[in-house]
């Protein structure tokens, strides 16, 4: 793969990856050299320029009135762009959850036998594993047809549970 569609792979058009390699290939300089370079007008050169600054993939300095540009180091581009990728995964639940793609957290509270029978019933729906923390001595002893109404009705419809229990 070429350096040019590596650059183009970081978000950059064309033009804009090929400014950026002529400012890492001559360091500090102006635009007519930058320009001449990347094959480009030193009209577009400075639009260019202009947003690769903004984008914080190049600086400049002014020296004598003349501006002079430089490409950020690469190894500061990765590291900003590695961020940026932390930050986005570590957003993704809640970008899933703006798409309906995950659902929204939902607290429901139960209370008494019947409660825990609801709780339970609704485990029968999973469509995979169910990892518990039950207290399976205390719930017989409340729901002593605990076993015939529930685990039986569990292990006909093929669902495994794996739970810690005190």
């Known amino acids: 793969m070429s350096l040019l569609s590596v650059v183009k792979n970081i978000g950059l058009n064309q ?6 390699l002529a400012c890492l290939k001559l360091g500090s300089s102006p635009v007519s050299a930058i320009a001449q370079d990347a094959g480009v007008n030193r009209v577009t050169a400075y639009d260019i320029l202009e947003k690769l600054i903004g984008k914080g993939l190049v600086h400049f300095f002014t020296r004598d009135r003349i501006r002079y540009f430089d490409a950020t180091k690469p190894q500061l581009v990765y ?35 019947e409660g825990i029978k609801a709780i339970y019933a609704d485990t029968l729906t999973s469509k995979t594993e169910i990892l518990n923390y039950a207290n399976s001595k205390e719930i017989r ?4 047809a605990y076993d015939d109404e529930y685990v039986a009705q569990r292990v006909a419809k093929k669902i495994f549970l794996r739970g810690i229990s005190p």
């Not at 990728?85 to 139960?110: C, D, M, N, Q």
């Not at 002893?141 to 002593?144: L, S």
């Open 15 to 20: 033009k804009e990856a090929r400014v950026y």
């Open 79 to 113: 590291h900003e762009f590695s961020r940026k990728v932390k930050e986005f995964k570590k957003s993704l639940p809640e970008l899933k959850r703006l798409t309906g793609e995950a659902p929204h957290p939902s607290v429901r509270y139960f209370e008494g036998l």
């Open 141 to 144: 002893e409340h729901w002593p």
